[in-house]
Nanobody, 118 residues
Framework: VQLQASGGGLVQAGGSLRLSCDVS????????MGWFRQAPGKEREFVSQ????????SYADSVKGRFTISRDSVKSTVYLQMNSLKPEDTAVYFC????????????WGQGTLVTVSS
């Protein structure tokens, strides 16, 4: 599985961005796709995930009501629509894959930087 994230950039507080993650699947299928982020000086944290087959979603409390995760199974792409962005959303955002038969996320994309100015 290879993951390619894109869509990061600089945006003012209150603005929106949409991140994309292109998923290249070989062999074992995907159980979940997730988005994580890492702010400067902080540990990586969970943002959101989606079940690849069912489309069920979950979110960190800090982004509920503002971010929406979705997937296009035909295009093998996962999206993270981010609205009402806050300066504290500034981070490098990573997409990650949890493959069938695995116990955790173990495939990671290279990250895309999101900077929210106040």
């Amino acid at each position: 599985v290879q993951l390619q994230a894109s869509g990061g950039g600089l945006v003012q507080a209150g603005g929106s961005l949409r991140l994309s993650c292109d998923v290249s699947i070989r062999g074992t299928g995907i159980l979940f796709m997730g988005w994580f982020r890492q702010a400067p000086g902080k540990e990586r944290e969970f943002v959101s995930q989606i079940s690849w087959s069912r489309g069920s979603t979950s979110y960190a409390d800090s982004v509920k009501g503002r971010f929406t995760i979705s997937r296009d199974s035909v295009k093998s792409t996962v999206y993270l629509q981010m609205n009402s962005l806050k300066p504290e959303d500034t981070a490098v955002y990573f997409c990650a894959g949890w493959r069938l038969g695995r116990s955790k996320y173990e495939v990671w994309g290279q990250g895309t930087l999101v900077t929210v100015s106040s």
